[in-house]
């Protein structure tokens, strides 16, 4: 069965630290891994990578896609108030647009 | 240009009764996914639509139903609706592999 595990499951850190945030992923017929910022409602896009585009980097977030490991990592640099979030690691399977989702990790940036 | 719209925000329904959620995609986006996301869980998939039918689906049970339109405007209906449905039900459309969200409708079975 396809699955999507991220670690850690939570993550408290303080204004100005850096954090890495994992996704390992057993997903048959890989085709991307997105990052999602999800703070009320709506996941935020970050993030997609693929065989094509292994590392992305915007601001202070960067990406890595690991295709041997089966894993990606999100870091966050010089982390703010307004990081705290849920990220969340989905992998794009298969042949239709199904995205399958790892539970996310809950990071919380204490001033 | 409108992003991902969802409509309710909130919805409380009781036990037994039936809702309907709405989703409308972004311009230009032809694929309607729905996924339902529990407390603390990651979003998990209900189904797809895509040229008015449904394309996958995933492990939920037939209460759980839906409908594209024309317009590639969706709605997800949950018959029967059990204290366990209780969630964020969110709507994602897609033109390729990068999905975008709407704000969801919280759903709330008492």
């Known amino acids: 069965e396809d699955k999507v595990v991220q670690s850690p499951l939570s993550l408290v850190v303080h204004e100005g630290d850096t954090v890495t945030l994992n996704c390992s992923y057993e997903?048959?017929?890989?085709?991307?891994l997105l990052w999602y910022k999800q703070e009320k409602k709506a996941p935020t896009f970050l993030f997609m990578l693929?065989?094509?585009?292994i590392e992305k980097k915007s601001g202070r977030l960067s990406s890595i896609l690991d295709k041997k490991e089966l894993s990606s990592i999100l870091n966050i640099t010089a982390t703010q108030t307004g990081d705290s979030a849920i990220y969340l690691c989905a992998v794009h399977g298969g042949a239709t647009n199904k995205l399958i989702f790892g539970t996310g990790t809950l990071l919380a940036v204490q001033p | 240009d409108a992003g991902v719209t969802q409509s309710p925000t909130h919805l409380i329904k009781t036990r037994g009764q039936q809702v309907t959620l709405r989703c409308s995609p972004k311009?230009?986006?032809?694929?309607v996914s729905w996924y339902q996301q529990a407390l603390g869980q990651g979003p998990q998939f209900i189904f797809q639509?895509?040229?008015?039918?449904?394309?996958q689906r995933g492990n939920f049970p037939d209460r759980f139903s839906g409908h594209q339109f024309p317009n590639y405007s969706s709605e997800l209906n949950v018959n029967a609706l059990l204290l366990g449905d209780s969630a964020l039900y969110l709507c994602?459309?897609?033109?390729?592999?990068?999905?975008?969200f709407g704000q969801g409708t919280r759903l709330t079975v008492v």
């Open positions: 639509y895509y040229e008015e039918e449904e394309r």
């Open positions: 994602a459309s897609s033109l390729f592999a990068e999905a975008f």
């Open positions: 311009s230009g986006h032809d694929t």
């Open positions: 693929t065989s094509s585009g």
């Open positions: 997903v048959t017929n890989f085709r991307s």
